[in-house]
């Protein structure tokens, strides 16, 4: 069992609805954003295209932010699923050195959305959950995971270009997908082995 | 025979008539399109315009009402059996659009 | 994976409560995920057809519109009488009683003087305001009512057209079966607009399925980044290169689809030199030539043999011939060399545009669907705002809908689809029902509409007597009179009996939604007494008198949020009708506008027209008709409305419930084309008549009519960018919707601001880079662009290969001010800050404005 993530970039309309149905379903601070969409611009006037490329943490096989974590905190899951224990976690920040593809985020503070205004009652109910001075990042909403539920930004994709499974599992969807659409990782050149593959625009 | 009916005129009709309500005499058997033809006569060519956009065929803006309910047929007859027949004339003209919501 | 597992409904701690997203008009449904009274999430319901259980960025930052501290709590007063740009108003809190008491003596009088005094304003974003806030007009007897920006800026045109052409507001191609799709302006399917989240789904499949896009836009991005082919186009041009790939089509190829045009449009109607039809002497009937008795009958003859589409013949003494041929005729002027010099699309494209639309139409192919045949013709040419916004755009959507039409590829399988004019009802209760019906001279009138000014039949030009003018424009819908440059100008020409004496505005900040805002607030300080219900301080509320804090989509009902042709996908699937439900209640003094309203009609003594404006408008049926004299809660308004429409068990309750209602669609509804006896015109004989009319009274008041705007044929006419020949400004500014916002109202959502602040067009100006770098400009630097009548704004380059060297890209409608939205205040640009509004950058047949504007940028 190992759960991974297809996002099919010929479906992906860079809606930004994953962006942001992870951070109203993680209520995490400003500037940390779990699931995020990059804009990038392939070839020169006329011939030219915008990529949407939608990015979060990749949950390597071989993390090189679980092997540098000092405390144990980083660490992986059942499943593959790179997990923070937020409780262990110092806020050394080494993982986030480590990570190569910028998935990690510090939590120095619990900033308010609306700067000098307080919490929302949102926010307020939120950061009950979390902790400050610790790393954040995406951890494939294992709490909905375990509920039979996809995480967040898979069930919420109006294009329907994510697909959440198990990728060990050669009748699964993401398995197909990959197999039948030529499915490849982002960098897969550094050896960390991500378990989200990506379908060619 | 001659009976009576009530008219009320709603919306931008009550200011254009100067009334809200009449009470007129009108020979039996009428149909709604002849009270219609009657109230234009009386109050000419303005009133007439504002529910007409052709002879015998109202602009989509103009509703009426005979005891509360709207009238899909001009021909429609008035009947006296149960009392003075209430009726209302609505101008209801919409200049909106955009998505009306929209966009 | 799984769908998500039994959540527990409205009522407990812990609950989902079905209801509708309102951070576009989009109006995808939600569930609302409250903890000990808290909204904690907000997912697509995904029950519903609306978004199919998804949302875009906008629907999942709802929580923080919601929650902003900076929204209106309670009535306020304003207590400075002196207004204008950056004045403080000097608000005061005041009850509700005191606010209502205010308001109702003042409206009470201003309707006893001349209920047209009263102008009301609302939002296009707000689906939920329509129907309360049109009725509260009828009732009050004002004409004078408009949606600000919108409209004028995206609907006259497109929504006209789509009217005539599809009995429907808008348009999309059949993403089920269509396979050659052509996007003049429009991004359908992307991220924004009418049925947005479920489209991007239906889009992506077609996209899947291999279907080929075509997207014709100065700008790549959004629908153009996920097309097969991007044609840059110099902005404001696409009516010509439509009507060449028409010439193309029917002259250069000739195709066309003859059994369609025979059937379904006018194409056989005879036309004589005057442009007119030639009519039957008695029942002034549009004649036809019968081919096969060789000799003309009235159009709807039940011997008719077969329609003639070509020919000379002389009827009445006079020589006419079939529309079609004229049509034919007169395209053969647009040639692609022609149209490539306008619009800086090359011949060669052109060409293989229109040959690979009108090869992939498959003219005379049928399909089987459910047992049943159908026309199939899976190709499409889609408009919307890109294309329409110009003074030119009703031939622009005319011309660009004709291609659909001369294939036949409107409303059968595979083809241009209206959304959903056709609707048998639930099959238990045959409701809500509506079908196209034939009107004068056989042409199609709509089964529903979202207004009662239909898109046709028109009524003729007469002497105004709104405050936009309209009765001399029958064709325009929002018009620029009501806030323009010349309002007082045009008033006084043609006489306007009164002025606007009061202003109720529902949550439109119209300062910043028209163009310039100095224009707009100088139309707003000739209001005397301005009323705005508003869930924040916007740049508009500064000019009010009294502030009433209106509720959020989040905190208020209705029974109606999404009709059918506005906002349900097109194509085959489920008819779904959900309501809009509080998912919380409403904090401090907010209230619904809907239920203040009916309050309000009541003190001014119109409670009697209020209840017959919603029997009427809603079609509510006995037992569940209002009285005239009861007053009603509008909670028992919505329940009289569910339950005339789906009976006695699914009222208000059920639904709370429930959510919605879904059924099938059957085929014979959504491919309609064939089964309704209605014509299309491809042939707009309307227009001369009307234009004349017009013109009679336009001149009489000594005003210019250009007669060229109402020729029965469409043309290319230049915007008024295109005349401006002075060579230092020498960029198509435009601006385009960004999938992270709304109009101008979700710049203040810290969610959505956070996004479009790392995005790198959101906030910014897109130049393409080659232009850039040849004006000695750098990416990210500070400039000004400036357009040719003076106006400025200031903003960040973004430097972009995804631009054609001669546009200039502003996403959307930002630069707020205010002090009062201090999230949005600073972000983006104030693109509309460069229009002018007036007749001169209108339309002069549907009054739209021309949104480009030529400019020069420097440092």
Redesign the interface.
Known sequence: MRYGMVIDLLRCVGCYGCQLSCKAEHGTPPGVFFARVQKQEIGTYPNVRLLFLPLLCFHCENPPCVDVCPTGASHQREGGIVDIAKDKCVGCRACMMACPYGARYYNEDHREYFPGQGYTPYEEHQYQEQNTGVVMKCNFCIHRVTEGLDPACVANCAARARTFGDLDDPDSEVARLIRERGGTPLHPELGTNPSVYYLPP | MTQAVAVKFLGFLEKLTGQREITLPIEEPATVLDLLNLLSERFGPRFSTSLFRAPEELHTYVRIFVNEEEVESLNRPLTFQNGLPQVAVFLMPAMTGGSGFHG | ??E??ARSGPGTKDCWIPSACGMC?GTCSILGHR?NG???????NPKSAY???????????G??TL????RVNVPLRRTNPKKGLGIDPGWKEISWEEALSEIAERLRKVRQD???KLFIQRT????SA?IPI?VFA??????????A????????GA??VGGIFHAS?SLVPDFKYCNYTIYFGASK???A??A??TN??L??EA??RGMKLVVVDPM???AS??ASQ?V?IRVGTDGALALAMANVIVNEMGVYDAPYLKQCTNAPYLVGPEKTYVRDAESRKPLVWDGTRRKAVPYDDPEMGDFALEGTFEVNGVSCRPAFAALREHLKQFTPSWAAEISTVSEKTIREMAQEFATEARVGSTIVIEGKTYPYRPAAAIYF?GSEGHVNSVYNCYAIGLLNHLVGAADVVGGALGFNPVCHGHPETGRPHYVPKPGPDGLMVTGTW?????PY?F??P?MPE?M?L?ELFPL????PFTASRDQEEMWQRFQLPYRPEAMINYGCNSVMSVGNKDTVIETLLKIPFIVSFDIYHTEFTEFADIVLPDTSYLEHLDSRPNPFI?NLHAGLGEWCWPIKQPVVPPTGERRSTFDVLIELADRIGIR??TN??F???LKLE?PY?L??NKKYAYEEICDRDLKTLFGEKRGLEWFKKEGLISWKKKPEEVYWRYEVPVRIPIYWEFLKPLGEKAGTIARAHGMEWDDTFYDPLPTWKPCPSHECHDSQYDLYGFYYRD??HTNSFTMEN???D??AR????SYTIAM???TGLKKGLRDGEQVWVESEKGRKVRGKLHL????H?EGLGFGGCAGHWSKKL??AQGKGVFFNELLEIDFEHSSPVNLNLDLCVKVRVYR
């Open positions: 994976m799984a998500p597992a008009y903890v808290t909204l904690v999430k907000i997912e697509g978004g199919m259980g998804r949302l875009c960025a906008k629907g999942a930052s929580i923080m929650y902003d501290p900076n001349d209920p047209r296009t974003t707000n689906t329509r049109q009828w009732a009050f007897g004002t004409p004078n009512h408009w949606v920006g919108g409209g004028l800026h995206c609907g006259n929504h006209l507001w399917g992307h991220g607009g009418h947005s989240c991007i789904q889009a992506a996209r899947e790549c991005n959004f980044a996920k991007w840059p705002r979202l207004s009662p000014h239909l039949p009524a003729d007469s709104a936009g309209q325009g819908m929002v018009s506005l009697e027209e017959l404006a029997n009427s408008y006995a008709r009285e005239s999938t992270l810290p969610w959505l956070e996004a790392i995005d790198p067009f393409n880079k080659e972009t290969e995804a631009m060297p201090p999230v």
